[in-house]
T-cell receptor, first 113, second 113 residues
Framework: LAKTTQPISMDSYEGQEVNITCSHN???????ITWYQQFPSQGPRFIIQ???TKVTNEVASLFIPADRKSSTLSLPRVSLSDTAVYYC??????????????FGTGTRLKVLA | NAGVTQTPKFQVLKTGQSMTLQCAQD?????MYWYRQDPGMGLRLIYY???????DKGEVPNGYNVSRLNKREFSLRLESAAPSQTSVYFC????????????FGPGTRLTVT
């Protein structure tokens, strides 16, 4: 299973772009990279998913280098409501035919006014 | 659509007691999951069901059993609760198995004394 490593916490100011990097050195060929956002006392919410290169949706971009050993979630122009914990999730179909997932430790993002 | 619902929201058990956590989804999803989240930690996968009629172990299955009752419902049972099982339990579902977007329920906060 690919373990992930993320910064424990980050601070940013409103209107800034925030980049959160996740390290996953042992990522397997079948593994996808997914990012979730979690507010206190709520279940996580899907942000974005990718396999390689760059993926962009209406809320974020995901950059994955060619070796796929890391990924960077980019949040453009953050606001106070983006204060949350962000999880990097790596997983996919294991050789046993079952699905395996590992959530990272999460990055606690605090957006300041 | 209610999405993913979980009952109960809170529960206190004594060591050795048993209970079942209920989860239901109304999105016609094939795959369902149970996670636990300890204070200040990321989520860990307990069990998942890739499709109706199948279940498989995740990262931390010991002390738990699951039942995929039908396509909508996936229950988690603690046969003999232990203090180490004090946690917040999240149920999730996704359209198909693998690392597709998972939709999470609001969680059940369980305390075992």
């Amino acid at each position: 299973l690919a373990k992930t490593t993320q910064p424990i916490s980050m601070d940013s100011y409103e209107g800034q772009e925030v980049n959160i990097t996740c390290s996953h050195n042992n990522i397997a060929t079948n593994d996808y990279i997914t990012w979730y956002q979690q507010f206190p006392s709520q279940g996580p919410r899907f942000i974005i998913q990718g396999y390689k290169t760059k993926v962009t949706n209406e809320v974020a971009s995901l950059f994955i280098p060619a070796d796929r050993k890391s990924s960077t979630l980019s949040l453009p122009r953050v606001s106070l409501s983006d204060t949350a914990v962000y999880y990097c999730l790596v997983g996919g179909l294991a050789t046993s035919g079952t699905y395996k997932y590992i959530f990272g430790t999460g990055t606690r993002l605090k957006v300041l006014a | 659509n209610a999405g993913v619902t979980q009952t109960p929201k809170f529960q206190v058990l004594k060591t050795g007691q048993s209970m079942t956590l209920q989860c239901a989804q109304d999105m016609n999803h094939n795959s369902m999951y149970w996670y636990r989240q300890d204070p200040g930690m990321g989520l860990r996968l307990i069990y998942y069901s890739a499709s109706e009629g199948t279940t498989d172990k995740g990262e931390v299955p010991n002390g738990y059993n699951v039942s995929r009752l039908n396509k909508r419902e996936f229950s988690l049972r603690l046969e003999s609760a232990a203090p180490s099982q004090t946690s917040v339990y999240f149920c999730a579902s996704s359209e198909v198995g693998g690392l597709y977007e998972q939709y999470f329920g609001p969680g059940t906060r369980l305390t075992v004394t």
